[in-house]
């Protein structure tokens, strides 16, 4: 493991409150109100403790600190200021600090824009997901449209200089013209960032359900390729790069900490139902998820017990494909001695006949710096991987 890849790490938090459950989602989120957030706050100042005194998570560097949820906007921003301070008190940060929060358009005010742009909390990722009223209702967000645009005015006010906007493709009835004129509606704002996600259906979820017993029909395969090709070509031709196979950002503005990730660094994950991941000495993988339900993650640090489910190492092997597996969704690839250094072998060298395959079909790009898929290789994205790993 490299020196510079030992010695530091991301922090997630995991805010699992929301107003209501959207008809998508099937996140580890609840909108009853279980437990207080002042209880909830005790515990997770002593999941910040446990974790920091981990031997794996001992003597790093915070990178950068992203508040995921749920709804993390739905806390007060006395509670914010307090996990930041546990978190500071114990882990030393490399500057300039990348601190995002995500926060939906009905809980968002200048009061707490102001307050969080005072806590040092620098980068701002809305949760708009469309621009349409009727797309929204059959999503299950909680706002409108006007309130999506009111939320970012605000927050520039606020000084936010940096700002995500999170949106939806593919939903049912969506069309290339709806897709574009919200896409015209999104630009019009000048946000820095744009992450524009496929929906996916998760089983268990009132969406799923409303498929299944044919409520509701998905796009077909011509439409969703339609609307994804549009995404790409009108946010390039209005000056933002595609960076990850769904995130797009203004020169200069990439998502320092899921492009960390992305290039398999290690993070801690704080929070019920977080996850984490620590690379160790052998180049092993550690990794665990935080217990959940809600009450489980409670009463576990309540009575001073370990916050989480360990899981099972993984090798170096599986460490290896892992690397290909989230640092290939980059445009750019990752550094071809990233992933000597975790596998152990040159890539071009264990696989060269698949290595020889792709590249013939202009699928796959390696020089003596990178590997990286071209952009007819992120197109078909998963039958690639599926030939490497």
Known sequence: MKPDRARTVSIYVHVPFCVQKC?????????????TWQEWLQVLLKDIEFHAHHRDGRNRKIVSIFFGGGTPSLLPPEILERILVQIHRFWPLVEPLEITL??????????????????????LSLGVQAMDDARLALLGRPHTSQMARDAFHAAREAGFTNINLDLITGSPGHTTSQWHDELMQVLALKPQHLSCYALSVEPGTPLAHNLDHNHLQLPDEDTRDA???????????HGFERYEISNYARPGFYCRHNRALWLSGDYVGLGPAAHGKITLETGAIMRWVNHWPLND???????DQPPMQWLEISSREEAAADCLLMGLRLVSGIPRDLYRDIAGHDLVENKAREV??????????????????????????????????
């Not at 008809?23 to 437990?35: G, K, Q």
């Not at 993650?297 to 009575?303: F, G, H, N, P």
Request: a negative charge; hydrophobic letters at 40%; charged letters at 25%.
């Open 227 to 237: 609307l994804y090709f549009l995404t790409q070509n009108l946010l390039g031709a």
């Open 23 to 35: 008809h998508y989602c099937a996140f580890d989120s609840t909108a009853s109100r279980e437990i």
């Open 297 to 303: 993650y409670v009463q576990a640090l309540k009575q």
């Open 102 to 123: 995500e926060a939906n358009p009905e809980s968002t005010t200048f009061d707490k824009l102001t307050q969080w742009r005072s806590l040092g909390i620098n980068r």
């Open 356 to 389: 020889e395959f792709l590249e013939r079909e202009g699928l796959l790009h390696i020089d003596c710096d990178t590997i990286r898929f071209t952009a007819r290789g992120l197109d078909f994205m998963d039958s690639c991987l599926l030939r490497l790993i």
